[in-house]
């Protein structure tokens, strides 16, 4: 099973949530950030649909992938306040 983690950090004069090198939009407060992280950690672990997805990996190439519904991360949030 995949394991992700989104670290709670300090961005552009606020706080945001982060993934690898992705952050999230700029939030007001470390609160606010750490709310936004626990909905999005809520819904990628949410079972859905078996659906094809579209996706370009780190040297340009595109893969097409069948997405079983129920193989879901695990999600973790690092919050190093």
């Given at each position: ?10 961005h ?5 949530y ?14 606010a ?27 340009g ?21």
């Open positions: 099973m995949t394991e992700i983690t989104y670290d709670i950090v300090e552009d004069g606020g706080w945001a982060r993934l690898d090198d992705v952050l999230s939009e700029t939030f007001p407060s470390h609160e950030a750490l709310a936004a992280a626990r909905r999005v950690a809520t819904e990628q672990q949410r079972p859905g649909e078996t659906t094809g997805i579209v996706y370009e990996d780190t040297r190439q595109w893969h097409e992938e069948l997405a079983a519904g129920d193989d879901r991360p695990v999600v973790r949030i690092h919050d190093q306040t």
